[in-house]
């Protein structure tokens, strides 16, 4: 079992649609939680971090973090076509430091 | 700030050729550098994390003596793949770090290099 699954779509959405991106993980130390956009052959940027359980909100994008599931999500609100791309999942424990990654879901919004 | 360039973006060698990619933290120092590789459609894997001045630290399944970690100073890390074969074909990419007071410590990352070994 991978430490962090998540599903690599693709999905495909209008525009103006509400997104739903998910990862589940199994290591109970992670405490950090990441979401990275990356667009085609290009290096993942940092969209939002979660530290332990609760919301966060930054514009049309909302992370939750559910540790007791171990189960966190990603909102994008409005979506527009320039929203396409892979969004990857990321998480940390202060332990190691290190960022595991899960698959990535790759998101097209059609206009 | 904190932009991490990658050079060069894109490298194509014959079978058995080595081949150097070097990241620089272009605006913050890096006391701690990683490197990734990503295979299509695949996630991003770490392969070693380098700390300035010290060797790096691989992961588990990977060699050591065929990915080279340079890390000599605080904007530059290089990675060199020795001996390059078909099935190290990949998309690398590099994230730095800098020493920060805080518990959470962004990574950065550059914008990968995709290496296509003949």
């Known amino acids: 079992q991978k430490e962090v699954e998540q599903d690599p779509g693709p999905l495909s959405v209008p525009e103006g649609a509400i997104v739903s991106l998910n990862c589940t993980y199994s290591n109970s130390a992670f405490q950090y939680f990441m979401w990275y956009r990356q667009y085609s052959r290009k290096g993942p940027e940092l969209l939002m971090y979660?530290?332990?359980?609760g919301n966060k909100e930054d514009g049309r994008f909302t992370a939750q973090v559910d540790k007791s599931s171990k189960y966190i999500s990603l909102f994008i609100r409005d979506s527009q076509p320039s929203d396409s791309a892979t969004y990857l999942c990321a998480m940390k424990s202060s332990n190691t430091g290190k960022l595991i990654f899960g698959q990535g879901t790759t998101l097209q919004v059609k206009p | 700030g904190a932009v991490v360039s990658q050079h060069p973006s894109r490298v194509i060698c014959k079978s058995g050729t080595s081949v150097k990619i070097e990241c620089r933290s272009l605006?913050?120092?890096?006391?701690?550098m990683f490197w990734y590789r990503q295979f299509p459609k695949q996630s991003l894997m770490l392969m070693a994390t380098?700390?300035?001045?010290?060797?790096?630290?691989?992961e588990q399944g990977v060699e050591k003596d065929k990915f080279l970690i340079n890390h000599a100073s605080l904007t530059l890390s290089t990675l060199t793949v020795t001996s390059a074969h078909p099935e190290d074909s990949s998309f690398y990419i590099c994230?730095?770090?800098?020493?920060?007071?805080?518990?959470?410590?962004?990574?950065?990352f550059g914008p990968g290099t995709r290496l296509t070994v003949l």
């Open positions: 994230s730095a770090r800098s020493s920060g007071r805080s518990s959470y410590n962004e990574q950065f």
């Open positions: 380098s700390n300035e001045g010290s060797k790096a630290t691989y």
């Open positions: 979660t530290y332990s359980s």
């Open positions: 605006d913050f120092q890096a006391t701690t």
